[in-house]
Structures are given as C-alpha cells and as structure tokens.
C-alpha cells in the first residue's frame, strides 16, 4: 500500500488525483495569502514611514515663513531716550521697543486703558526692536525722522496668520483677545501683514520666544561636536582596523579587543552617557554642556562602528595586492600606507560618514553630559556651552508654546536634512569608487 | 586660545624638523644617494617624531593634570573666611572661583574675587612654564635626532616600530572604553549601594527618587525599588516586539523570497532610512501625533487611555526597530542554500510551504539572534521613552497606563542640576549598571544562538 492510498478515507470514492487536485486549491490559495501577508508588512512599514516624514513636513513646513507687521515709528530722540547722543554706545542702549509701543499707539488710537495698550504692543514680538537698532546702526541720520519698517510679529500673531489657531472672535481659549483679532484683520486689509522667509530660524540662537528662536547655535555646535569626533575616532578606528586585519597575530589578547568592540557597538548609547558624566566631567574637570566632551562621547560610541567598516574595507583588498608590493621590497608598513589603505579608504570612509550620520543624530549621551542647558549665544570655540541639533529638537519639543511644535518640526527637517546629505554622500563615493577585483 | 597658539607652534616645528630632517640625510649620502639605508624621508619622519612626541606628550599630562593640580594649589591658598568652610560649601565656592577666573562671572565677594585673581595668575605661570617646556623639548629633540643622521641609520625601521607602537595602542582604546564604562558604573553604584540595600533596589516595588530638602518634609526618604521600572522598560520593549517582530519578518521573508529584485532594490534602502533616524525624531513623533491619536481612539471606544500611554511609546519603537529584525534575518534568510529549496519544490511543496517548513527551521538561529538583538535595542533606547513615556513609577501591565523605563529614570535623575553624593543622581548609575548587564548578555546569548546552532552547508 503506498501512502496517498492510505490517505484515503472508506468513504471517499474520489481518486488520490482528485483529493490532491482539490488540496491544491486550498494550498494555492494559502500561498496567495502568504504573498500578501508578505506584502502588506512591508506596506505597512513603509506606510509608517511615510506618515512620519508626512507629519513632520506638513507641521515643519510653514516654519521656514514668519509673519511680519509693517509700521510706521516715528524714531524721535526723546522716545530713544538719547536726546542729542549719537554715539554708537548711546545708540546700542537706546529705547526701540518703546519706539515700537508708541508707534502701534498712534497706529490703533482706540486702544486707551492701560490693558488694551499692553494687547496692541503684544502683537509684536518683544525682540522686534532688533530690526530697529540695526538700521539706526547703520545710519544714525535716520533719527528724528518717521520710517517705515516690517517688525517681526509676535508668535500669538504668527500662529493666526498661519491658521493654527482660531481666528473666530468670542471663542474661549484663544490665545489672541478678540480686540487683537479685530486689529490684525484691520491691519491684513491694509496690506499690513506679510510672511516672509524666517531669516532668523537660521540665524541665531535658542529664545525663549517661539519668534525670536534660531538654529544656528545648534547647527554651530553640531559642527563643533562633529569636528572633534573626527578628529578622535578617525585616526583611532583606522589604526585598530588595520593592527586587527594586517599585523595583529592570533592570540587571546587579539580576541579579547575583538569581543570588546562588538560589545561596545551593542552597549546603549546612553551608557556612554554615563562614561562621559563620570569620567570627562567628574573625573578629568571638564566643562560642562561644551562640544568638547560631546564630541569625545560621541566618537567612542561611533569608534566601533568605523573599526568594523574600516577591517571590511581592509578585508575586500585582495591579497595579491600585498604580495605584489611585498615582492619588489615594501615593508610590511608600506604595503599597507602605500597599497592596500589607498584602496581601501573609499570604504573606510564610507564607514566614517555613516558612523557621523549616527553621531549626528545622538541625543541620549548628550544629555547626561549636560547639554540640555538653555543657551542663547552662538559657541565661539568647542569649549563654550553650546547645544547640538538633535538636543535642540529635544528642547523645543519640551515647550508648551503652540509655535514651537512647527519650529520643532523644522528643526527636525534641517536634521534631517544634513542626515540625508550625508548618507548620500556616502553611497555616492561607495558608487565611484567601488571595486570588484 | 593660548593653548591653540602653542599647538600650532609645535606643529610648525614639528614640521620644519621633518625638512631639516630630509635635508640632512641628502647632505649626509652626498651624491651617492644609495649609501643611504632608509629612504631621506624617513629621516624626516624620525625627526618630526623625536620633534613632536616628548613636547605633545608634555602638553597633553599638563591638560590631564591641570585642574586637580589647580585645586591643590588654590584650596590650600584660599583667603582665610573661604578656607574655613565646610568641605560641601568649600567645592561650591571652588567652583564660583573657577567660574571667575576663566570665563568672568562676576564674583560674589571680594574673597571669592581674590582666589580667582589667585587661580587666573597660577594658570598663567603654569601655562607658561609648560610651553616653554615643551618649546625646550621639542628644540632639543629636533637638535639630538639631526645630529644622530648618518648613512646607516636604520630610520625606516624606527619610524615603523613608533608606529607599531601607535597602532598597538590605538587598539587598546576599545578595552580602555569598556574598563572606563564599567568602573565609573560600578563605582557609583557601589556608593549607591552604601545608602540603599541592594535587596531594596533589586525587588523593591516603590520609586520615587524624590529626596526631601528639608528633615520633616513628607516621604523625605525617598524609595528605590527598580521592580517597576524594568516592569515597564519590559512592558514597552514588549508591544516593540510584538510590532516589530511580525512586520520586520514577514518583510524580510517578502524581500528576499517574493520581490522582484528592482523591488528589493527600492524599497530594501527605505526601510533601513527607519533606523537611520534620529531617535529623537520618533520620540517626537510618538508625542505629538501617536500618543494623542490613541488617547482619542481609545476615548471613542470608552477605554480610559493615559496620554502618555505604554502603548504609543512601545509602538513608535517597534517602527523604529524594524529594520534590525528585517535586515538581519533577511540575509540569514538569503544565507539558506537552494538546494534545500530546490529539493522541496521537487517534493512538489509550493513556495509558502517551502519558506514555511524548510526556509525559517533553516534560518531560525540567526532569526532567534536578530530578535535579541532587537530587543536589547528596545530595552536601551532612550529618546522615544524619555518624549513619550510617562515619569510615574506604575507597576501595571495594562498597556494603556503610563509606565516608566529605566532609560527615562537615568535620563531625568541626570538631567539639571545635580549633587554626587545624593542617592538620587548615584540611582542613575545603579540602573546604568544594570541595563549594561542585560544588554549585554542578551547580546552574548544572541551571538551564541547564531554560532552554536548556524547550520553549516558546505
């Protein structure tokens, strides 16, 4: 008896080529299913994917425009608070933001309690006074004089403008007093509101107003923080490559870096954190939040990352490279500075931008080593106090102001942004210089 | 700026002494280049190394040992109402004196102002005696290795036995890390442990870290029982799991059976861009629009939902750490020889069958493996918990609560302004200690899967 014979019941009458026939139906279909189970879970993943880069380009967005309100200041000296000073230190100290009170006074003369006063000066940011003291900076004789400027409006304003919160007078929980709502309309129907590109995003520092809020500090930091990895885990990582694939011999103390370095790629970045914490701040007296020790913790957590990219660089040189340059009297060190690490550094480098690209968009170590700090000055060297991008996406995202949710976003963008220039970068020279021997 | 100044001259001399160091051993051989034993640039290399590594050695003990030398100095110098003050206020006001001298805070006191002037002029001196220093050894190395050249020198031998050297110790920095990681945790943990009995840390079920600032204030001792944090580290990298390992494998059983290579290529990089983003990005992305999105779902359906629940953080994680399962059993998956295909297709089994009985038994030590390494990812990612998991200690299971991690506890104990001898900030480093240990023994039981039971084909 074969075993499909067996297969069939008493009371079955079909043939085993007619039971098969009618399984293979079922077995086609759980086939179809499988596929499209298959399918689908990389649907979804990529669909999660999407919604992410959806969500944070559609609220990310609007960040790169800021509103703006123009008015007429009337820069009289007595307002300044100058009287017949012109020097420049008596203009660096002079009164703009009261300057910019009474023009929107005179601008919106039914504001009269004190209240509706505060309301009408509130539409306009409270670092609008910049715009002011560069122009009379640059030209004194402006003084005495009735100019026209666009000031950056406050961040209740922009959010209006932008259609982020209501703009429907009598509703409860607006940011914005009806009274304001009834001024900014009447300034929009004069022609009075525009946005612009938001210059200052990308200009200056941290601010605790949404409006005044830049990146540049941040990106500076990265910059300085990114510079010292380099520095650090570059020349280290290719050197351990290349004892561990041309000169190290098999022994235990081999195995045992080999084993520490695939550990200390899977140890969790905040880990490193605490290294930082304990040993650069606490035990060697480094300063705090700088781009210094940031960047030091930042090239051991990518150190291991570069060695394994740089031995699998080394790796894919072949031999007879080595023995050819042996042959005609290399040394054992110029076989491998001459020959074999010149063709390999297309993937060694590879390596090194991918582990920046990681670097770049660390926050946990970062923080333990007190980067989160509130800095307002753009870092001059890697020693001052400074943020870096990622902490500052970290920073914004914490603050309850409505604005900041977009700024966050668009912070979030230039991030990635880098991010993705980077990684392009890379496949771009694996794509040139890639060999196949 | 100083110190950059003295870095550049070192470096200017440094390379002049290579150009002194080829020009000597040219003028040395004559016209007979091949007297010769090394090559003339690496005399150069010798020179520039006698050169520069004495003086740079000199400068870099002087950067490792100038604070705790200042602190000597200055402490043992301070005006006499500053000296007499407790050893707490004593590093407070040291600090302020730091401040002051280097980077002009205004000063509290006049006594305060008088030890900075101290400091700031005992830096100086210092700063100045280790350039000259270093000026002195550098000039002296160039002097004594110019005067060394002769045609025999074995220069070439030298200078790659210096780099050896180099490269010896380059390796080391690894085993250096890993020491430094485990000494700085263990070190503070076992402060830790003086304050707090190991029992009450390891299965103690209260965490409230909060220490009080004055004797009789309310819970002034604070508790420090982890079992609720690795319950909710457990709680979250669970619902990650539970996304990722389903959604990573089924891809990568798609990716690499089923899509068609132009497919595989496209959309292979796309899901890897999932782990290439900044991990804060998702904890962004969990706050902003996933945990409301649940809060809300859940309210429709009458299900109370924290809004800072497990399940919003637990889910953006599995996103995130989709990619190490795809990509790691997609290639074991790939790994798998076509003759085992071939041979079941041959049985007359159809594709899913096939992948179902014969592929995955195949590839199953390597899947085990990436699903380790997976989950020791989800159980030390910080950012997503930290922006999207509550602070509040539960001890729950109920996915829909707010939980805590042990990631998010060392991050806010750490993060502000922090004394060391509190158990409240030393707690970060108990916990530190112990999410290294888990990951890596579950790195170490992933990498054992893999190898001991990776079937051999050929």
Redesign the interface.
């Known amino acids: 008896m074969t075993e499909s014979t067996q297969l069939i019941r008493s009371s079955d009458t079909r043939t085993a080529a007619q039971i098969a026939a009618s399984h293979l139906k079922r ?2 279909a ?2 179809r299913r ?2 499209a ?6 649907v ?3 669909t ?2 999407g ?2 880069l959806f ?2 380009l559609g ?1 990310g967005l609007s960040a790169f425009t800021q509103t703006y309100v123009k008015l007429d200041v009337t820069l009289s000296p007595e307002l300044l608070g100058i009287g017949e000073q012109r020097t420049a230190e008596a203009l660096a100290t002079a009164d703009y933001g009261g300057v910019i009170k009474d023009a929107m006074y005179k601008r919106f003369p039914a504001a009269q309690s004190r209240a509706e006063k505060r309301e009408v000066a509130g539409l306009i940011s409270s670092g609008a006074d910049m715009a002011l003291r560069k122009a009379l900076a640059a030209n004194p004789e402006l003084i005495g004089t009735t100019q026209t400027f666009w000031l950056v409006a406050d961040d209740t304003v922009d959010m209006a403008i932008k259609g982020y919160t209501s703009r429907q007078t009598g509703q409860e929980g607006n940011r914005l007093s009806d009274k304001q709502l009834g001024w900014l309309a009447e300034l929009e129907a004069d022609g009075g509101v525009t946005r612009r590109f938001n210059s200052i995003l990308f200009s200056s520092g941290d601010s605790r107003e949404p409006e005044l809020a830049g990146l540049w500090g941040s990106v500076v930091g990265s910059v300085f923080s990114l510079l010292i990895t380099l520095a650090v885990s570059f ?2 990582g290719v ?2 490559a ?3 694939e041309e ?2 011999p098999k022994n235990k103390w081999t195995d ?2 080999e084993v ?5 790629a ?10 930082g ?3 650069f701040l ?4 480094m300063p705090r939040s700088a781009p210094l020790v940031g960047g030091l913790v930042l090239a ?1 957590i990518c ?2 990352t570069i ?1 394994i990219a740089g031995r699998a660089a080394l790796k894919a040189v072949p031999p007879s490279i080595r023995e050819a340059a042996a042959g005609l009297g290399a ?3 110029q076989v491998v500075t001459d020959h074999v690490l010149p063709l390999a550094m297309p993937g060694i480098l590879t390596g090194t931008i991918l582990g920046m ?2 670097a ?5 170590p970062l ?2 080593i007190g980067m ?1 700090a509130f800095i307002v000055d753009i870092p001059a060297s890697p020693l001052d106090p400074s943020a870096v991008l ?2 500052q ?2 920073l914004w ?2 603050s309850p102001e409505r604005a900041f ?1 977009e700024r ?2 668009a912070a ?1 963008i230039v ?2 942004i880098f ?1 993705a220039a980077m ?1 392009l970068g890379a496949i771009l020279l694996r794509k040139k210089f890639e060999r196949r021997w | 700026m100083q110190l950059f100044i003295l870095t550049a001259a070192l470096l200017a001399l440094i390379s002049f002494g290579y150009g002194v160091g080829r020009r000597r051993a040219l003028a040395v051989a004559g016209p007979n280049l091949r007297s010769l034993h090394s090559l003339p640039r690496y005399h150069g290399y010798l020179v520039a190394l006698w050169c520069g590594l004495p003086a740079l050695a000199v400068v870099a003990a002087w950067l ?1 040992f100038e ?2 030398l200042l ?1 000597a100095l200055v402490i043992g110098a301070l005006p006499a109402d500053l000296a007499q003050l407790s050893d707490e206020r004593l590093a407070l006001a040291y600090n302020e004196v730091r401040n002051v001298a280097r980077y002009g805070h205004p000063a509290s006191s006049d006594s305060i102002a008088e030890a900075a002037r101290h400091y700031a002029s005992l830096r100086q001196t210092m700063f100045l005696s280790v350039a000259a220093i270093a000026v002195a050894l550098a000039v002296a190395g160039l002097a004594a290795a110019r005067a060394r050249i002769h045609a025999g020198l074995r220069a ?1 031998n030298r200078v ?1 036995s210096i ?2 050297i ?3 110790a ?6 250096f ?2 020491i ?2 485990v000494l ?2 263990v ?2 943990s076992l402060r830790f442990f003086q304050m707090v009995p190991v029992t009450e840390f390891l299965f103690g079920t209260s965490w409230s870290p909060q220490m009080a600032i004055r004797e009789d204030q309310v819970g002034s001792s604070g508790s420090f029982g982890a079992v609720p944090l690795f319950a909710g580290t457990m709680l979250i990298a669970g619902i990650a799991l539970a996304v990722a390992v ?6 990568a ?3 690499s ?3 068609a290579p132009k497919f595989r290529s496209v ?1 292979k990089p ?2 890897e ?2 782990a ?10 969990a ?3 996933v945990a409301p999105f649940i809060r809300d779902l859940g309210a429709k359906l009458g299900l109370s939902v924290a809004s800072e629940s497990a399940l919003a953080a637990g889910l953006v994680m599995g ?1 995130m750490i ?1 990619p190490f399962v ?1 990509s790691l059993s997609d290639d074991v998956i790939s790994a798998v020889p076509h003759s085992l295909r071939e041979g079941a297709y041959g049985l007359g089994a ?4 096939t ?2 009985q014969v592929v995955l038994p195949a590839a199953l030590p390597g899947i085990v493996g990436s699903i380790l ?1 997976a989950a ?1 990812r989800a ?5 997503i918990v ?2 999207a998991a509550g602070l509040a200690a539960n001890l729950t299971a109920n996915p829909l609560e707010a939980v805590t991690t042990v ?1 998010t506890q ?2 806010t104990l ?2 502000g302004d922090q004394e ?1 001898d509190s158990p409240k900030t030393l707690a ?2 108990a916990l ?1 200690l112990a ?2 240990g888990i ?2 023994a579950l ?1 170490g039981i992933a ?1 054992r899967i893999v190898n001991k039971y990776r079937e051999k084909y050929d």
């Open positions: 077995r086609h759980a086939e499988f596929k189970i298959g399918l689908s879970a990389v979804v993943a990529m999660f994917l919604l992410l969500t944070i609220n020349p280290l050197a351990t290349i004892y561990l000169f190290a045992l870096i520490n370095i695939n550990n200390l899977a140890v969790p970045s905040v880990v490193f954190g605490l290294l914490l304990a040993v606490n035990f060697l007296g051991l150190l291991p060695i040394s054992k060190l690209a990681h770049l968009g660390e926050t946990a923080l333990m989160v990622p902490v996406v970290y995202a914490d949710v966050t976003s979030i991030l990635l991010l990684n | 490792a604070p705790s602190h070439r790659e780099v050896s180099f490269l010896i380059a390796s080391t920095v690894a085993i890390t890993t430094g990681i700085s945790l070190f503070e389903p959604l990573g494998l089924l891809a059983i798609y990716m059976e089923y899509a959309v796309l899901l861009v999932l290439g983003i900044p991990t804060v990005v998702y904890g962004f992305f706050a902003l629009t996103i989709i795809s159809t594709k899913s069958e992948i179902k390494l020791s159980i030390g990612e910080t950012m930290v922006m990631t060392i991050v750490l993060v060391f970060a480093f530190g999410l290294f990951t890596l790195n990498l």
